[in-house]
């Protein structure tokens, strides 16, 4: 069983990856939800974490409240693809849930040093609750098991041609955390996560399996597919965050290179992470692990698998 705590900024695709990582209960215990300002500001995303509590029966697991901008500078948010309110502009009713009291970055740090190493760490937002950990606790970098980051890529990008939304928002927190010695870190970004875009059929088929979890994602992802079109020309929406999840059930899902990374804070490729593989550049010492591709097949067997078990078959005849 793994212990993980998600940082997030919810986000539609936040939402299902959260809800993908409830799903898998024998397989991943979630300690906790921590937010981020990110596609939403910090009072939208962190409502939006306990409404995909609610949607899932699981207003057990708490909610902590993190940083409402970036360390050094303000961006703006991504409204165009997730919606004004987050999650697809359905209009959800404000969840009763309480968050808690105490800041995410303080219960980040504590929690890691209860968990006595055990803690992995699954950012899916902005690094900036990481990075400010980082900061805080000079033990938190070695009290943390792993970390499993959406962000980044090594080609492209979709905030400008060389930036990823998550380190574009906040790249010095960024380029703390790579630079923060943590001994297990896997970057999943862009390269891998272009390969597990949910397609107009299987979205068709969350429709039909016609359960409140199914006709969540499926109405949410609405608006996601429609930031995709009309912004890319892109059929389908690429659900980012939810393959850090299929990793961490199946490492298989993700192809990865041994890498040193380094973040760009300024200039035309602010928030570029720069990928160097090591066994290209040998003198290059080794900082993380980056997916450069993905298995599509086995993300959406992954998928179904724990969220509409009963459906698996179907879907594996559209892949
Ligand atoms: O670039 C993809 C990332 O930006 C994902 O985390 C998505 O939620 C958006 O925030
Ligand atoms: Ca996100």
Same mark, same amino acid.
């Given at each position: 069983?793994?212990?993980?705590?998600?940082?997030?900024?919810?986000?539609?695709?936040?939402?299902?990856?959260?809800?993908?990582?409830?799903?898998?209960?024998?397989?991943?215990?979630?300690?906790?939800?921590?937010?981020?300002?990110?596609?939403?500001?910090?009072?939208?995303?962190?409502?939006? =974490?306990? #409404? $995909?509590?609610?949607? !899932? +029966?699981?207003?057990?697991?708490?909610?902590?409240?993190?940083? &409402?901008?970036?360390?050094?500078?303000?961006?703006?948010?991504?409204?165009?693809?997730?919606?004004?309110?987050?999650?697809?502009?359905?209009?959800?009713?404000?969840?009763?849930?309480?968050?808690?009291?105490?800041?995410?970055?303080?219960?980040?740090?504590?929690?890691?040093?209860?968990?006595?190493?055990?803690?992995?760490?699954?950012?899916?937002?902005?690094?900036?609750?990481?990075?400010?950990?980082?900061?805080?606790?000079?033990?938190?970098?070695?009290?943390?098991?792993?970390?499993?980051?959406?962000?980044?890529?090594?080609?492209?990008?979709?905030?400008?041609?060389?930036?990823?939304?998550?380190?574009?928002?906040?790249?010095? =927190?960024? #380029? $703390?955390?790579?630079? !923060? +010695?943590?001994?297990?870190?896997?970057?999943?970004?862009?390269? &891998?996560?272009?390969?597990?875009?949910?397609?107009?059929t299987l979205r068709?088929?969350?429709?039909?399996?016609?359960?409140?979890?199914?006709?969540f994602i499926h109405?949410?992802?609405?608006?996601?597919?429609?930031?995709?079109?009309?912004?890319?020309?892109?059929?389908?929406?690429?659900?980012?965050?939810?393959?850090?999840?299929?990793?961490?059930?199946?490492?298989?899902?993700?192809?990865?290179?041994?890498?040193?990374?380094?973040?760009?804070?300024?200039?035309?490729?602010?928030?570029?992470?720069?990928?160097?593989?090591?066994?290209?550049?040998?003198?290059?010492?080794?900082?993380?692990?980056?997916?450069?591709?993905?298995?599509?097949?086995?993300?959406?067997?992954?998928?179904?698998?724990?969220?509409?078990?009963?459906?698996?078959?179907?879907?594996?005849?559209?892949?």
């Amino acid at each position: 069983m793994k212990k993980i705590i998600i940082d997030t900024d919810p986000g539609i695709d936040d939402a299902i990856a959260i809800l993908l990582a409830l799903a898998a209960k024998e397989e991943l215990e979630v300690q906790a939800l921590t937010t981020v300002n990110g596609n939403v500001d910090i009072e939208k995303v962190t409502q939006n =974490a306990c #409404k $995909i509590l609610e949607v !899932a +029966g699981r207003m057990d697991i708490p909610v902590y409240k993190g940083n &409402a901008k970036p360390l050094e500078r303000p961006r703006d948010h991504c409204e165009e693809f997730h919606g004004d309110d987050g999650l697809g502009n359905l209009g959800m009713k404000d969840s009763e849930k309480q968050i808690e009291e105490e800041h995410a970055v303080d219960f980040l740090i504590r929690k890691a040093r209860e968990e006595k190493g055990e803690l992995i760490l699954v950012p899916i937002g902005p690094l900036t609750n990481i990075a400010q950990a980082v900061r805080q606790d000079p033990e938190f970098v070695h009290n943390v098991r792993e970390l499993v980051i959406m962000g980044g890529a090594e080609h492209g990008g979709n905030m400008s041609p060389h930036a990823e939304f998550n380190f574009w928002t906040d790249p010095e =927190a960024a #380029k $703390i955390v790579f630079g !923060a +010695g943590f001994e297990k870190v896997t970057m999943i970004g862009l390269d &891998a996560t272009s390969y597990v875009f949910l397609s107009p059929t299987l979205r068709e088929l969350l429709y039909l399996i016609n359960t409140p979890v199914s006709r969540f994602i499926h109405k949410m992802t609405r608006a996601y597919a429609d930031g995709h079109w009309e912004i890319e020309k892109k059929l389908g929406c690429e659900l980012c965050d939810v393959l850090t999840i299929a990793y961490l059930l199946d490492e298989s899902v993700a192809e990865t290179v041994d890498a040193f990374v380094d973040v760009e804070t300024s200039g035309l490729c602010d928030g570029a992470s720069v990928v160097y593989r090591t066994f290209y550049y040998p003198d290059k010492k080794k900082n993380c692990q980056v997916a450069v591709k993905a298995d599509t097949k086995k993300f959406f067997e992954i998928f179904f698998r724990y969220l509409f078990p009963e459906y698996l078959e179907a879907a594996s005849r559209e892949l």
